[in-house]
Each structure stands twice: as structure tokens, then as C-alpha cells.
């Protein structure tokens, strides 16, 4: 039986239970956990633990996934303490956030050796003093391109993700999907180098409304995470359940996964365009499921979309 790699340590996958697939926990940056003097982990999972306990305790959400690698703030200590005191799991990233908002100039010119096993150490040995194992692999890439850099990142990732059996989860940028299929292009990049497709999901595909695209991903073997649900500037939470029910409909439930893209906290404080959006860890189960339900998505497939798939992509 495979296990995921929970910041706890491994866990059998039929613990996962109910699982968002791409959160984050808390936003920073990379260095304020050690420079900041304001910065505050106790009150920083304190503010986590009210919003996702609520979660928890109306829908019986089980697992979150922290889709924020060393670059967007990662701290798993306050990931650690979450999860101890609500009983989650947690799923941290290593990886690297897209060109234009991650990637330090140390990193961007490092040998794509030296970067694969950056990625196979967070995955294999852990982070920080308690030696948290990573247990997916963040990637993203910048508008409809992927840059030099990027494409480096993305081809270690790949054979990091082979030698680990870890799973690669991705950013897109909503202008990405304007011009071109950029979800499909980030998994040919994985794939010439080696990566499985099902330990693959291509991210924020719901920012385009072009289903073909949608399609065109799946039909090469990868999971899609429609994980931007609420998030009202790319799309519209009825043009994703229509996106949903045309997959679902056409037989792709096992391969779509759902998630919201919510933030926690943020330090030091959460901006206007994040305050805008008035979400939160239980906003899939309050708002979209229902609405998937009542636009014809069998309870069969919510299940398989926010149960089986995680299990099946998050176990290695
Ligand atoms: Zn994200």
C-alpha cells in the first residue's frame, strides 16, 4: 500500500479521506521566518487553525495539501503545529514558484543536477531542524511561456519525481490559457523528460474556460486540479461547474481533482486582492459541491474528485 508523505511522517493513503490538493496555509516571504522579529508562528497557526478547524468539523475535510515550496514562505513548523492540534494531515511542497514571484537568482543559475537534488533531499531527508519530508513537488511557469529557468526547474523536477515516485503538482498563470494550451505544454516538458503522467496534476486549469484544452490535458494520462474554486478574477464558480460536468460527463472524473487555492494567513498581513475574496477552507463543500450536485455531477464522482484521486496522486 503507498503512503503520502505527511509533515507527521507517512501515513497509508486510505487515511487521506477528504483532501484539498492545492491550499496554502500561509503566504510570507522566504526569509521572514528568520528576519522578521514581528513574524510569530504560534499566532500565525492560531489564525490557520480557526478557519480550516471549521472545515474540519462541518465537512470532515481530512487532508490539505500546502502548495507553497521554500520560496512562497514555506514554514513547516506552523504546518507541523496545525496539524497536530486539528488532527489533518498536511502536505508540504518543495519545488519553486514561477519565474516572475520564486526561483532566487542563486537557484536560476545553479546546474539542473544541483537542483534535482535540492528537490530529492526535501522529498528524501526532510526541511529544518525536524526534517519534515516534502511530499509533492511545486512547480510553475510565467504567462503563456515557460521560461529558460523554468524549463531547467521543470526537467529537474521531472527526474526527481522519478527517482522519488513523488508526485508534481503545477501552477498555471491565467494568461497562459489566453494564447495557447500552457497546461498541456508544461506536462510534454515532464513527460520528454521522464516523468510519469499519473504522478502528474497540471494546476488552475479552471482559469481557462476552453474545455477542449481541458481534454486535450487528460486525454494524455495526467489528473487536472480545477483549484481555484471562489476565485472570481480568473473565472466564474458556474463556468467551472459547467467545466466539471462536461468531464465528469464524458467519463474523466478519475483523473480531475478539486480544490480552492485559499490562504490561511498571510504575513505580515493579507492583502486587497486576497481580502476581496471572501473564502474560506470550507467554501468547496459549502458552495461548489452543492452547485455541482444541483448541475447533474453524480455523488459518485464528488467522491472519486475530492477522495479517490488524491489518494491515487498523493501515494508513492
Ligand atoms: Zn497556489
Redesign the pocket.
Known sequence: MPNARTVLGDIPVEQLGITLP???IILAPATAQHDDPRYDAKALADEVCKDLGQAVQMFGLKTVVD??PAD?GRDVEVYRQVAQRLGVNVIASTGFHRLTSGISLVWQIQELDAIEDYLVREITEGVGPNKVKCGVI?LASTDGAITGVEEKVFRAAARASKRTGCPIIT?TDATGWAATNIGKRQLDLLLSEGADSERVMI??VCATANLAYLLEIVKAGCYIAL??VGVHFTNSDETRAGLVAALCAAGYAPQVLLSL?H?GVWFPNRPPLAAAMTRHFGYLHQSFLPRLRHGGVRDADIEQMTVGNPRELLGF
Open positions: 492545492h491550499e496554502h502548495a507553497g512562497l511545486k501552477h494546476g488552475h483549484d481555484q487555492d490562504q
